[in-house]
């Protein structure tokens, strides 16, 4: 099929557009578009005299009339899953239009979009919708002109509220085409331009073909150590055996996982070979480059949903041109075009914003294996808390298994100690509520008059998760939601954390119309600071939450402050949690470490694990000693004995013990169904009649339907399925069946969730 090419030179040969004139004949050609369509289209190719196709290989990218529009698909395989579509008469098809200037699609990436379209049952042109992600980088912009601001630029300087919006949207970074600029700045073109005859702005013209930096072999890393040198020399081995090679990376935070993989990555750079490096989140990459750029003198190509559309063209068009030797990024960019990928590295492996949970609900971890298959590759997985999935395929020989025992240098693994909060009961200052218990309070002394940092953890963003009326028990719900709304008290706002409505916060009782009777309930992060406050106000206190760190550069800064000691109390949610290392943080006191323990996630205890291990993984990072306090109203229970004792490999056995048991994943298989509709009563009717025609058999039930624990959303109530079935079982046919027996009214909608992640 597409042959892998030599060099971007020959990847953008064959790209002239058809010579004029009628073609000498023409045959039928299959396009898959970028649109939510279950098979490729018919299209008529012209063929050049010998009888070829011209251009049109498979993976071709070429613009099609698609009613009145034009779009730009993919060439697809001649033969692919079973057309339900009649054929067409050649003489009723459309030509293509022409060959877009940009190298084909590999049959690896094509491949893989077919797997993922199989597995997770999207539509396959919406599969192919992630890989054709930026349709203005189909085209070549010789000499692009970009805007950027002018380094003379006094931010002092008086600008009208229009011009200070763009200045705000320049002020993170990168060049801008004025007319991006302006859609971003949300004004009109002319205040772009009227801008562009001040100081403020510089113009400059793009270069053509986009390109990052090699990176420089000839810088080395550290001295491995004799347990990450005989890591990164197995690796090593895979990548260069060449062929699947899946591979658990497995040692404690601060065993030095980063640099055994940046090895590996060393050696795929000297064949030549383009890298990927998937993370969950975008936080975690300033630090990450920083750690790049030290060992490869470049920075890598990025990939995530802050890029300005210049940012993403180029990238998008240098990762298809071979010009990207490395991209790190979040889980799209995993279909990326690498026209000749060696390596795929997977950081976090277990960390569940992998899987993404609209559109195409598909997992990044799993299908970056799927596509290491499909290319023939090695993929690294690492983590210091493999998911049990990952780590039952290490066991039983799917993955290799690479194990990291202690941390770099000697550092000892934090001691973790349990705050019964039963006994050891936060005290109350007058009618003030208090969350933090008096243990974890003189920690937190101790740790300050030490010279040291001290870190409080709880995962709830906002001051308090519900507010209610003394008076008359009015609790403030979302009207389009069935949640509660979430004070957030630096804007003295309620908000909406599921749809993003908010009020403002009132002073009376919108129900029985009290004065100054509304209390909060439970803690959020703001309210946990508000107590820090209070208690140690010599301290140097921060917040570090998405609703503080709005932006990559926002985070540095940040980062920097604690780095540097000009922050010694940090308080966070699990933004912090994620990678960073602090060398002089040595307390790490988790206020609610039962908070994940609720609801029907079948995964619960293990995700409160692999979080807890993290965000105690924080501490103790250098020479000190570090120290964890997790605050529990159940310290007996399996998990919290686990984190107490270390004892991970053991709870990690009662965990795929319990879950083998109840057949659950990794040893059965589950796919959700999540019926959603404006009219109830429509609603339960429909789900009544799938229920009817629910599949049925001995290695599979279908669970529901039942109101979904989130039971409207957005303003459309929802109900759920839930098939659990043994792992011999192929779901997705069952789920095509059954949903194949039912029409679907257009006022309801169906979403299929194959391994869930989430159950609200
Ligand atoms: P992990 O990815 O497992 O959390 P890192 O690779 O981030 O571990 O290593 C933790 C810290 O120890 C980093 O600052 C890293 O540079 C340092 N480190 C790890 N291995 C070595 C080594 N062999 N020599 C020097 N420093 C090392
Ligand atoms: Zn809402």
Redesign the pocket.
Known sequence: MTSRQQSPEDLFASQEAFPSGNPPREERCRVLLPLPVEEPYDYLAPLDPNGLAMGLVPGALVEVPVGPRKLTGVVWFEKTRTGKGEAYALSRLRSVLSVRDVPPLTEELMKTIEWVADYTLAPLGAVLKMALSVPAAFAPEKGLQQLRLSDAFDSSVKLTDARRKVVSVLQKGGGWSPGDLAREAGVSPSVVKGLEKTAVLTRYEEQSEPAFPLPDLSMTG????PD?DSAARSIVAALDEEGFRPILLD?V???????VYFEAMFRAFEKQKQVLVLLPEIALSAQWLGRFKSRFGVEPAQWHSDLTPSQRRKTWRAVASGRAPVVIGARSALFLPFPDLGLIVVDEEHESSFKQEDGVHYHGRDMAVVRAKEAGIAIVMASATPALETITNAQNGRYEHLV?PGR??GAGLPDVGLVDLRVDKPPREGRAAAFLSPTLREAVRQTLDAGEQAMLFLNRRGYAPLTLCRTCGHRFQCPHCATWLVEHRQWGRLQCHHCGYQVARPETCPSCEAEDTLVPCGPGVERIAEEAALLFPESRLALMTSDSLTSPAMTRTMVERVQSGDVNLLIGTQVVAKGY?FPDLTLVGVVDADLGLFGGDPRAAERTFQLMHQVAGRAGRAEKKGRVLLQTHDPDQAVMQALASGDRDRFLAEEADNRSRGGLPPYGRMVALIVSGADPQALDDFCLKLRRKAPEGQDYRVLGPVPAPIAMLRGKHRRRFLLQARRSVPVQGLVRQWLDLEKIPSSIRVTVDVDPYSFF
């Open positions: 550290p001295t491995l150590s990450q040692g935070t601060g065993s030095g996982k980063t640099e990291l770099h240098g290392h």
